[in-house]
């Protein structure tokens, strides 16, 4: 019994006397991107890091009926910014927070399309939509409430998610 006390407390002694080795890996640059094309239109996005400091990328969408919508974006110490540009109706030049909106789309007053119908797609302008442009869109022009992207609220309202990544 007492030898294997002894030999626990000699492997502890052994394990503390090598503590892990820990490395900083410094940031490095990159870039990447994809374009997809397809019947249902065209996808893409671009990004580069320059190795900690700064991301700058875009990415964007044109859909088989020629709704397009380009956002080119960077990140740094001054923060977040985008640009947003786009034809889609119902998008009216305007500035939330520090994003950018050029919209070649007239001014135009919403209207609720309900869950018909309503406009040029399901329920307005998208798929299932209260007036909106995006699949499920909720007043807004993207996938679920309100909001340019995805969900709403997100990226100044101009994400992929409903409050923002």
Known sequence: ??????LASFLVAVALAFPPEHIHHAPHPYK???SV??????????????????VRGSYGFTDARG????????ADHGGFRAQVKTNE???ANQNPAAVHLVSDAPYAHGHDGGYGYGGL????LGYAGYGGLGYAGYGGLGYGLGGLGY??????GLGYYRYGY
């Open 32 to 34: 990447f991107g994809y």
């Open 67 to 74: 709704i397009r919508r380009e956002v080119h974006y960077v």
């Open 89 to 91: 109706p119902g998008t």
């Open 1 to 6: 019994m007492i030898s294997q006390v002894f």
């Open 37 to 54: 094309k397809d019947h249902h239109g065209e996808q893409h996005r671009e990004e580069s890091g320059d190795g900690g400091h700064a």
């Open 121 to 124: 797609g399901y329920g307005g």
């Open 151 to 156: 969900g709403g609220y997100g990226l100044g």
